[in-house]
């Protein structure tokens, strides 16, 4: 199974990159992995996706257990023109009392059950059957002797009688089984039947091959004796008639786990038919396919708490975490590997393990790690900055062939013009919860060069803002070239002074705060704690 590897929710420009550029390692280690976003791709990271010729990764609604995560079972299917002897034979050697009916082109048609197989035979004698030609040869071993038809649809009539009788009893259209009583032979292909079955390997002589010909009769040989021949030519039907089609129960692979099991409980069925979008039948599930399903694996890069996370993440094996943030409240049952650096960018991170397994960086990688440390160290202007993510910059920037401040500048310029989003896009575009002393506290971070397109809607972000169901929430507009963040917040104004030692107010100017790891978390706990 394939790691699915993703940032956190609303993905800034590292959350993007360092999804791609760890999953480019894992398949050059041997080991494959998908990139994933949670979210759309903002407009910063999408020009860092276009200049180096990348395509975004695809979004990734939730990671929760889907009927495509069990091990059910990959049954062999019938067609609609299958013979009951077929189906019946295949239940026994299957051990089931339950097959699907697929088309020819693989879509679900319904179910055959053994219930329905044993009423069919009961009363094979009082109705028409529908029988391809193409059975009765398989399972009575026949030999077409005359083909005037493929299948044909009539009452089956056994000609074990004097011919006086069975001049009363036989019909146009009905299918005609004999032995080598060329009396009868002679009336039947007379009379027009359907099909004609010879038993006890009888033949016809040129004349009466000619008539059958002449008079649309098909004729087949078959090696058993007339009472076998009758009592297996109704099991020659085909199962179009018995298949059960309604009141049944489907799922689509991509269903979720909880609501099947949901489903189960209200209904009463051995399996349920699973499929595709398309329609396509891909095996059946039952109860004991829940009982043990396999979990999604994923790689958690830039993140390390369940809020961040994609949903479901509880349903999820996490089996690698890669971070520069705080530890967060992730548990989980088995032990993983855990990468946790105090450096400025999750990507630096990255970088650094290419490195250590001695893997060749190509340019589109090192355009894309170079633009995430770029990005969250604001070209090296937040105090998240360490040696190691400029020593990262200089060399990325040689390999992808940019000079980095430039390409920084044209990436922040890009991705900071927020005209065609919502107040509400806004807030939540770089967006994170934190528990501060059993406080819900949302802290969200835009970062742009153009404050007065923000500030002068004031009212209108503290009208979404205070409507919010957060116990605290502030939103940071970062201006990266003065250095600081303006901030609009529901919280009092007493822990906003207190937490960046400003005058408390709507739109206040935090000076030297840039980062929301290293400032307006832990900031905003100190001065919550001391409420």
């Known amino acids: 199974m394939s790691l699915l590897v993703f940032g956190h929710k609303s993905p800034d420009t590292d959350s993007i990159c360092s999804a791609i550029s760890l999953a480019y390692l894992k398949n050059q280690l041997g080991v494959e992995a998908t990139p994933y976003a949670l979210g759309e791709v903002r407009k910063e990271a999408q020009y860092a996706l276009d200049y180096f010729g990348v395509k975004a990764p695809e979004v990734l609604e939730d990671v929760k257990i889907q009927v495509k995560d069990l091990s059910y079972d990959r049954v062999k299917s019938l067609k609609p023109s299958d013979s009951v002897l077929n189906a019946y034979n295949t239940m026994i050697e299957k051990g089931t009392k339950t097959l699907p009916v697929v088309s020819v082109d693989g879509k679900f048609e319904g179910i055959i059950t053994m219930v329905e197989i044993a009423k069919s035979l009961m009363y094979q004698h009082f109705r028409k059957v529908n029988i391809p030609l193409e059975n009765v040869c398989y399972n009575l ?20 009688y004097g011919i006086e009788e069975i001049m009363n009893l036989l019909g146009e259209g009905d299918i005609a089984i004999v032995g080598n009583r060329y009396d009868i032979i002679e009336y039947a292909i007379d009379t027009k039947v359907a099909l004609l079955i010879l038993t006890g390997k009888a033949t016809l002589n040129d004349e009466l091959t000619a008539l ?157 790690l170079l633009s995430a440390i770029l990005s969250d160290t604001l070209i090296f202007k937040s105090p998240t900055t360490t040696e190691l993510d400029k020593q990262a910059v200089l060399e990325l920037a040689k390999i992808a062939g940019v000079d980095y401040e430039a390409y920084g500048m044209d990436m922040f310029k890009a991705g900071t013009s927020l005209d065609e989003f919502s107040i509400e896009e806004i807030v939540n575009m770089d967006f994170k919860e934190f528990n501060m002393s059993g406080n819900r506290v949302g802290i969200g971070q835009v970062m742009t060069l153009d404050i007065d397109s923000i500030l002068n809607k004031k009212d209108d972000y503290l009208s979404y803002i205070n409507g919010t169901d957060y116990d605290m929430l502030v939103l940071a507009i970062t201006d990266i070239i003065k250095e600081g963040s303006y901030l609009l917040y529901k919280a009092n104004d007493s822990v906003i002074s207190e937490a960046f030692n400003v005058n408390a107010d709507q739109g206040v100017f935090a000076e030297g705060v840039v980062s929301r790891k290293k400032q307006l978390v832990p900031n905003l706990t100190n001065a919550i704690k001391n409420m």
């Open 212 to 368: 059958a010909k002449a008079n649309g009769v098909t004729v087949i040989s078959v090696d058993c004796d007339t009472y076998t021949a009758s009592n297996l030519i109704n099991q020659c039907a085909e199962i179009e008639d018995i298949i059960t089609r309604e009141n049944l129960v489907l799922f689509n692979e991509n269903d979720y786990v909880d609501d099947v099991k949901e489903t189960m409980l209200n209904t009463n069925f051995r399996a349920y038919p699973v499929i595709d979008n398309d329609g396509q039948f891909l095996g059946l599930v039952s109860r004991r396919h829940l009982l043990n399903p396999t979990k999604k694996n994923v790689v958690l890069v830039d993140h390390n708490e369940f809020a961040q996370s994609a949903d479901g993440i509880e349903q999820a094996n996490i089996v690698e975490i890669i971070d520069h943030h705080k530890i967060g409240g992730i548990s989980t049952d088995l032990p993983i590997s855990v990468r946790i650096a105090p450096v400025g960018c999750c990507s630096t991170i990255i970088y650094y393990l290419y490195k250590e397994h001695k893997v060749e960086v190509p340019k589109h990688i090192a355009g894309l």
């Open 141 to 160: 071993k026949g030999e077409v002797l005359v083909k005037c038809g493929d299948s044909f649809s009539g009452r089956v009539t056994t000609l074990s």
